[in-house]
């Protein structure tokens, strides 16, 4: 492929986008990992541990809206190239610090790091194709590196941790942090969409589009859903079924799983189906699966509420970018900004009221809210067509 006389590189492209997806994913699953074994050395209680959270999540978010118009004047290779420098210096101060303001410290890199990945991993994908549902297929295939990301730290811990050591698993995930930066150079990139940049007039103007507003609620709804189910599925099933830890770990590891495999192939189905359907049936299987969950009264029955979950709401996100790229191609980093960034906006406020309503109600109240955010993304899926239909 050739764009104004410079050579492109597809499928290297896809490789380094899929490379930085699986950045983000261990950027997303490090605090949770690792937070046993730091805080021994560090000292903090649990409203610091919050804040940690707190800290990178609001550092992510704030790094997504002001992202989105840097890539359509700029183009993805900055970001690509610099957001592992971030991530990989947040690891290397984790490795070494025993202070606590130095650990805020690199959990703001991290968030930095971690949301520019994620949004410029999404760009270049969505930039790669022009077609919808070829768009909404490959964001699909790009979320299963997120999963694996997401799987590697953990894993790594629990399997190597007295083999390498905790320096040793944090030097591994640098040096694999530094795939899409060292790929990002070497390669050529599609040109900026926006040569002129984009004016905060342009931004404003598609932050206050009705299907932009629209698809952004719904990745709000869509991204408390899945804070909450990973967040709170295992102390469910140890608190009110009183499950293992370890059968806890499992049936998490067993909604990870589904969650991938649906992916790789709905980036098979999504060629052929329409991405509206999937995203209607994935609410409606969401919400019948946290009633399953919810009315479940053995590990086992769990377990198969918790692998529906996870092939339940695996479309949705990446469909739901699709969906907007296509139908803003010339603005896709703007856009994708706006919508990830109220996502992430979901991601803090949704989970912090679960958790909220649990303490005081349970644990079995508290993932209620995952059924009540499924039928909000159901609603605003058939507001968004309407608004698309609209402008045809």
């Avoid at 760009?123 to 909404?136: C, F, Q, V, Y």
């Avoid at 990301?149 to 629990?158: D, E, M, N, S």
């Avoid at 004016?199 to 990745?219: C, G, H, Q």
């Avoid at 980093?333 to 919508?339: E, K, N, S, W």
Wanted: one cysteine or more.
């Amino acid at each position: 492929m050739s764009v104004a006389g410079v050579r492109i590189r597809p499928a290297w492209l896809t490789v380094t986008a899929w490379s930085a997806m699986f950045g983000f994913g261990i950027v997303m699953a490090l605090l949770g990992a690792i937070l046993p074994l730091i805080s021994v050395r560090v000292h903090f209680d649990l409203a610091e541990a919050g804040n940690l959270f707190l800290s990178m999540n609001g550092a992510m978010l704030v790094t997504s809206l002001a992202l989105g118009p840097v890539v359509d004047r700029f183009g993805l290779r900055p970001p690509l190239v610099a957001a592992p420098l971030f991530v990989c210096a947040a690891l290397a101060i984790i490795a070494r610090t025993g202070a606590y303001p130095a650990l805020i410290g690199a959990v703001l890199l991290l968030g930095i790091g971690g949301g520019a990945l994620n949004q410029a991993s999404n760009t270049l994908i969505a930039d790669l194709h022009e077609d919808a549902l070829r768009k909404s297929a490959a964001l699909n295939l790009l979320g299963v590196f997120f999963g694996v990301g997401a799987l590697f730290v953990p894993f790594t811990i629990g399997a190597l941790l007295e083999t390498l050591g905790f320096g040793g698993i944090l030097g591994v995930a640098i040096a694999l942090s530094l795939v899409p930066a060292a790929l990002g150079l070497a390669l050529e990139f599609p040109p900026p969409r926006q040569h002129a940049g984009v004016s905060a007039t342009d931004v404003l103007r598609l932050a206050r589009e009705p299907l932009v507003i629209a698809l952004s609620l719904l990745l709000f709804f869509e991204s408390g859903n899945e804070f909450i189910i990973g967040g709170y599925l295992s102390s469910y099933v140890t608190r009110d079924l009183h499950a293992t830890i370890a059968a806890a770990s499992l049936l998490l590891a067993g909604y990870w799983a589904a969650l991938m495999l649906a992916r790789v192939i709905l980036s098979r189905l999504l060629l052929r189906a329409s991405g509206d359907m999937l995203i209607a049936a994935s609410a409606v299987g969401v919400a019948g699966s946290v009633i399953l969950l919810l009315a479940a009264r053995s590990v086992p029955l769990a377990a198969v509420a918790a692998v529906l979950l996870g092939f339940s709401i695996a479309a949705i996100f990446p469909t739901t970018l699709g969906i907007a790229g296509a139908r803003y191609p010339s603005h896709s980093g703007t856009v994708f900004g706006i919508l990830i960034g109220l996502a992430l906006s979901g991601g803090m406020v949704l989970p912090w009221t679960a958790g909220r309503i649990g303490s005081s109600a349970g644990l079995r109240a508290g993932l209620g809210i995952a059924v009540a955010d499924a039928a909000a993304i159901f609603g605003l899926l058939l507001v968004s067509r309407k608004f698309r239909r609209a402008n045809a």
